[in-house]
């Protein structure tokens, strides 16, 4: 059986290789150029982005546009050469008197259960102008678990259009917060919805502490939501693409994996097309993988020579495989194997037509060069670079 699986794992290799040998030439000539600090061969390269994100009334559209744009910035992080892991967290926060101060949902390469947490984000509360600014920073930098690693890229996104209370005796202030953020090496961006002229003052300060940026966007973000001809079908091979995945493990391995597919469900059944759309291009990339199979898929241990098919209790496999003959179970994860893979090369090559559809929809706007992806993706871009991380492209997928 062994020997089977090998030579499995040898035809998706070769598959693949054979796939990308146009991608690895036109970057032989690049690669010489590559900064002094790079990951280790055996270190896969990192990328942890935290979005502190103002939830209060007037920032509804803001919100919305996160929901639509998330797996967008998520495709432009790993679109570095070295296809970063990609982990996200979330601090939402309102004020004092609200429904809540803050909710904080901490650092995790599964990015579809912190999707599934950020579409329950609805804008509500504020009203007396100064937010729990210092409190949220506070959180991103003290109770959101960031690596240890000098060399991975830490960066936290303030979104927000009121500016800090500075009159809470019992608050940390914000200067506090972003001097722990600077000897952690987390690089803090501010960006600021709308033009309130007191909230700039505050959000440029706060990326100067903080060795960011600051940027200024409309009210409701100025992000590019464009519709395409292939946002349909690139979701209907999304949901056939989380179909290949077969879980096993112990009972609170199953529970953990329960609580992914939980989540990938709901996000089928309520995010809008494009959305989901964008999330299908980022899971048939590289860094995307840790995302789309999380840990404990049975199809890619098999094939990766990670589990032994034979060596497993029939009480830990898939239902659908618990009851089959070991040779059975090897054919239908080798059927498996080959589907995901045929999969992933049509999400991929629809995500190519969908990028070549919005540049085209893009330069007859005049281009997006204020827009937040456009933002968002050269700070990453410009500090990323300085660890080592190379991202060629000029403007963003959107």
Not at 163 to 180: C, N, R
Not at 235 to 253: I, Q, V
Not at 291 to 309: E, F, H, Y
């Amino acid at each position: 059986m062994k020997s089977k699986v090998i030579a499995l794992a040898l035809f998706v290799f070769t598959a693949g290789t054979v796939a990308l040998y146009p991608l690895y030439q036109s970057n032989a000539t690049t690669l010489t150029n590559t900064p002094l600090i790079t990951p280790l061969p055996h270190q896969a390269a990192k990328v942890e982005v935290v979005f502190v994100l103002d939830t209060t009334g007037s920032m509804s559209d803001l919100i919305q546009a996160a929901k639509e744009k998330i797996w967008s910035i998520a495709s432009n992080m790993a679109s570095a050469q070295q296809a970063p892991e990609i982990r996200m967290g979330l601090v939402a926060y309102r004020d004092r008197g609200d429904a809540y101060v803050t909710r904080v949902v901490d650092l995790s390469s599964d990015l579809d259960s912190m999707y599934a947490t950020l579409m329950d984000f609805q804008a509500a509360g504020g009203g007396d102008g100064p937010e729990s600014v210092n409190q949220a920073l506070h959180e991103a930098v003290h109770n959101v678990s960031w690596s240890q690693d000098p060399n991975v890229y830490r960066v936290v996104f303030l979104v927000g259009d009121a500016p800090p209370h500075m009159d809470y005796q019992d608050d940390v202030k914000y200067p506090h917060s972003l001097s722990v953020a600077h000897k952690r090496g987390i690089v803090v961006n501010t960006i600021q919805c709308g033009k309130n002229s007191y909230t700039g003052k505050k959000w440029q300060h706060i990326a100067q502490l903080g060795n960011g940026r600051y940027f200024q966007v409309e009210q409701a973000g100025s992000a590019v939501a464009i519709a395409t001809p292939f946002d349909k079908k690139l979701a209907e091979l999304s949901r056939k693409l989380d179909d290949t995945r077969l879980y096993y493990g112990s009972p609170e391995d199953k529970k953990k994996q329960r609580k992914k597919i939980a989540a990938t469900e709901k996000l089928h059944a309520a995010a809008s097309l494009e959305s989901r759309a964008r999330r299908a291009t980022f899971n048939a990339s590289k860094s995307g993988k840790v995302n789309l199979t999380g840990k404990g898929d049975l199809v890619d241990d098999v094939i990766n020579g990670g589990a032994d098919l034979s060596a497993i209790d029939r009480d830990q496999l898939p239902e659908p495989l618990q009851e089959m003959s070991v040779d059975e179970q090897e054919a239908m994860i080798t059927e498996t194997a080959a589907r995901r893979n045929d999969l992933q090369g049509r999400i991929r090559e629809l995500a190519d037509q969908r990028s070549a559809y919005l540049k085209t929809e893009v330069d007859k706007l005049g281009g997006a060069k204020d827009s937040l992806d456009t933002k968002i993706y050269r700070a990453v871009r410009d500090q990323a670079g300085k660890l080592g991380l190379r991202y060629d492209a000029e403007v963003p997928a959107y």
